[in-house]
């Protein structure tokens, strides 16, 4: 390929004001709309999560590469030149090589462009894990946008009208809003099926950090969006009608075999990254290798804590302290043991407290697991937080609110908790043991009306 054509392709086409309205836009979504988080899933705090939420912006920059790359595809028809480049000796498959080259290169430089944005934060944060399982998130993706763009230019070459880039681009749109998938329980699901849903580039912004895209998945959307490239590559190429049919062969092709290769269901989609999960320990302190550089500030205070559970327990404490790795939907259950003290960080409690706060959260947190979410409240009182603050209270000798997420600090939630250890502290020690059993049976067993009569008293 002749460079000087291309870079005069590249000055005097439409590519690389394809490649500015990608990258303009993905920023924009990114920074702005998105923006960075505190969430352990948000797009800065690790690669996979950002390799999926740039993915997902895919939803709304994969409709705009098509309708540019329609647009460009007229170029011939619109300045009448199309009948002068048949005659042209040179093969119809080196004639539109070079804009497809130029197409190509700005829309994965202006991609890319925006992968690197968002693994600068990744690379200015605290992580210290470094996988290779987002590489092919983000190389499928460029594919998609290239693939997308190329076609564009075939079918507008082959239906040369006005209203081609419009139509392309809103049906691109049209496309990615009725297959699009949202992370709305513990597996991203959506108003298609998953099968179909796999046909756009664009996938679920992440909720869980060990969440990633199983191997079908990379295979069967490079298989399709393949396909779809070449049909673009051949439509422009195509100088007769026959043609222009054989050309459809690679996109059907390619979606027929595709969908025999990506996964049916969500949980064969969106799988856990298993070297990301695996569990890192001192002792019995134990994180998953993601997460492998809050250990060392974790362990002391999980070993006095589980220490301060088997004085408290006895045979019946905790033996480890445990980063969970199960998957739940917003509100979800949690995957309770009473063996194991298991600790969420994404929670804001254990994220920010420090020294013997750390300590007093991860006993109370032994004493009364929270079962759902840490926003969960009944009656405008958060029972988890006063359960925890009256069973670490209880084991450690002294009562202090566990709360420096400043999501319960409020009147009703601090007299409910100091009446709570009020009513504990004036039992014999031998109900005060009873009281704290009772609720952690309760909070073990998600029992809300239990918890609720133990702290209330009316259990008693």
């Known amino acids: 390929m002749n460079v000087r054509v291309l870079r005069t392709e590249l000055r005097r086409s439409v590519a690389p004001w394809a490649g500015v309205a990608v990258l303009t836009t993905g920023l924009l979504f990114l920074l702005l709309v998105l923006g960075p988080g505190e969430s352990t899933a948000d797009w800065t705090v690790q690669w996979t999560p950002m390799a999926l939420t740039v993915r997902g912006l895919l939803y709304y920059l994969w409709p705009v590469a098509v309708g540019l790359g329609a647009l460009q595809g007229l170029r011939d028809p619109r300045s009448r030149v199309t009948e002068l480049m048949a005659t042209v000796p040179r093969p119809a498959w080196q004639r539109v090589a070079v804009p497809s080259a130029a197409s190509a290169v700005t829309l994965t430089s202006a991609f890319l462009a925006i992968v690197a944005t968002g693994g600068t934060w990744v690379l200015l944060g605290d992580t210290t894990y470094m996988p290779l399982g987002w590489l092919p998130i983000v190389l499928v993706a460029a594919l998609a946008l290239v693939a997308g763009t ?16 419009p139509l392309m681009a809103v049906g691109a749109l049209v496309m990615t809003v009725l297959l699009q998938q949202f992370a709305d329980e513990a597996l991203p699901t959506g108003n298609a099926p998953n099968l179909l849903a796999q046909l756009v580039p664009g996938v679920a912004l992440p909720r869980e950090e060990l969440l990633t895209l199983a191997p079908s998945v990379h295979l069967g959307q490079t298989v399709w969006f393949s396909g779809m490239l070449a049909t673009g590559f051949a439509l422009l190429a195509a100088a007769s009608a026959r043609a222009r049919l054989l050309a459809l062969a690679p996109v059907l092709g390619g979606a027929a075999l595709a969908l025999l290769i990506l996964p049916v269901e969500p949980r064969d989609t969106y ?12 002792g019995p302190v134990c994180v998953t290798e993601m997460h492998r550089d809050r250990l060392a500030a974790l362990a002391p205070h999980g070993k006095e804590a589980l220490r301060v559970l088997q004085e408290a327990l006895g045979v019946d404490a905790p033996d480890v302290v445990r980063e969970e790795t199960a998957l739940r939907g917003p509100m979800g259950k949690r995957e309770l043991s009473d063996e194991a003290v298991l600790i969420d960080l994404d929670d804001p409690v254990i994220v920010r407290a420090e020294g ?15 079962c759902t979410e840490r926003s969960s409240w009944i009656n405008g009182i958060g029972l988890d937080e006063i359960s925890q603050s009256v069973g670490a209270g209880w084991a450690l000798g002294d009562f202090r609110l566990i709360d420096w997420a400043g999501h319960f600090d409020g009147p009703e939630h601090r007299e409910a908790g100091e009446a709570a ?12 043991r009873a009281w704290i059993g009772d609720t952690r049976t309760a909070a073990l067993a998600c029992d809300v009306r239990d918890a609720r009569g133990v702290l209330t008293g009316e259990a008693f």
């Open 271 to 282: 799988v856990i990254d298993k070297a990301a999960a695996e569990l890192v320990c001192d």
């Open 356 to 370: 013997e706060q750390l300590t007093r959260a991860l006993v109370g947190q032994g004493l009364a697991p929270h």
């Open 150 to 165: 190329l076609f564009g230019m075939g079918v507008a070459r082959a239906l040369p009208s006005v209203l081609t880039p």
């Open 421 to 432: 250890w009020g009513r504990l502290t004036a039992l014999p020690p031998a109900e005060q």
